[in-house]
């Protein structure tokens, strides 16, 4: 990551008992049986309280609602604070057992929550390093790690990139902008600020971006003000589903941004309580989520306009957990 979609560390006030309480039964291994029915054991997480957050972007909330979903149909006793607020809302609230789990993004753990530099371009590596530092300094567990890495970029408006001849590079667009001193380039209100966001490009360009052709916009806008020109390049995040139905493209990166495979952060005392099952359920939905099935899904509801419930819910009957 309301679609403003942001991996936000903007602080919004966390409001006691928004959660809705959800019940069901179930609980148990990392795949799906060959005819679709999960091996999870029925009833694992029977009475078991759990309250599972999310960031407030389309994808998060899908992730989350798929474990608060999924939770629930093994038994527990689910508040669910999915769409909760930005990184840090979601981040303070978990480190003060305000909520349990919620999905997060490795990179983020490396240079936001730990503040550390130079990430790996590994996902394996960058996953074990941050995992272990997180539960040393903090008590919070990383569980899990998702095929898709849902990393910053940037598209161009597809008639630019058609007069370019094709998509843009990172260092041809940072070259255009510099070159075009009309040329907008529409931004999160963070993404200027954040030690993995603009500055990385800057650096590996050596260009940098005048204030007066940046633009701050919410996500959702970026997308649409792109793809009709009034952006000539928009911040983005390649796993959206919107940019393979509106007039954009993808600026190639040759590896500028730093990796966002996603994994569940729980409160590591609460794990503990049942981690071969919270194990099992999270290693399940994540396994078939690569870069295309996630942007499948996140245009279901930014594109086709689907609740993100409905859209969880159908991805666990898919996968068989429900």
Not at 25 to 45: F, K, Q
Not at 131 to 140: F, S
Not at 202 to 216: D, K, L, S
Not at 219 to 229: D, K, N, P, R, V
Request: a negative charge; charged letters at 20%; hydrophobic letters at 40%.
């Amino acid at each position: 990551m309301t679609f403003p979609r942001t991996r936000g560390f903007t602080s919004v006030a966390l409001l006691a008992g928004a959660g809705l309480v959800l019940a069901a039964c179930g609980g148990g291994d990392d795949t799906a049986s060959s005819d679709g029915e999960s091996d999870v054991d029925a009833a694992a997480l029977d009475g078991v309280s759990v309250t599972v957050g999310s960031k407030n972007f389309t994808e998060n909330i899908l992730l989350g609602e798929m474990l608060a979903q999924a939770l629930a149909a093994q038994g527990a006793d689910v508040t669910n604070q999915v769409n909760l607020g930005g990184t840090s809302v979601n981040r303070d609230a978990l480190l003060a057992g305000d909520i349990d789990v919620y999905p997060d993004y490795n990179g983020t753990g490396w240079t936001v929550h730990l503040g550390n530099e130079d990430p790996s371009q590994d996902p394996e590596e960058l996953y074990t390093v941050t995992a272990e530092a997180d539960l040393e300094e903090n008590g919070i567990r990383w569980v899990g790690l998702s095929p898709f890495n849902d990393t910053y970029g940037f598209a161009s408006n597809g008639d630019l990139t058609a007069e370019n001849g094709g998509p843009f590079d990172v260092q041809g667009m940072f070259d255009y902008i510099a070159a075009n001193p009309d040329a907008v380039v529409c931004m999160e209100s963070e993404f200027p600020d954040r030690p993995d966001g603009l500055v990385l490009f800057e650096e590996a360009t050596g260009v940098t971006i005048p204030q007066n052709q940046i633009q701050i916009l919410d996500t959702g806008l970026i997308y649409t003000e792109t793809a009709s020109g009034a952006c000539d390049f928009g911040e983005v995040f390649t796993t959206d589903g919107r940019i393979a139905a509106l007039n954009i493209d993808l600026v190639e990166d040759p590896g500028v941004s730093i990796l966002y495979n996603v994994s569940y952060t729980w409160n590591d005392e609460h794990f503990q309580e049942h981690a071969d099952t919270y194990t099992e359920i999270v290693d399940t939905i994540l396994a078939p989520l690569d870069n295309e099935k996630m942007a499948e899904l996140n245009a279901k509801r930014d594109v086709d306009g689907e609740d993100a419930s409905d859209v969880a819910a159908q991805y666990l009957a898919e996968i068989g957990l429900l």
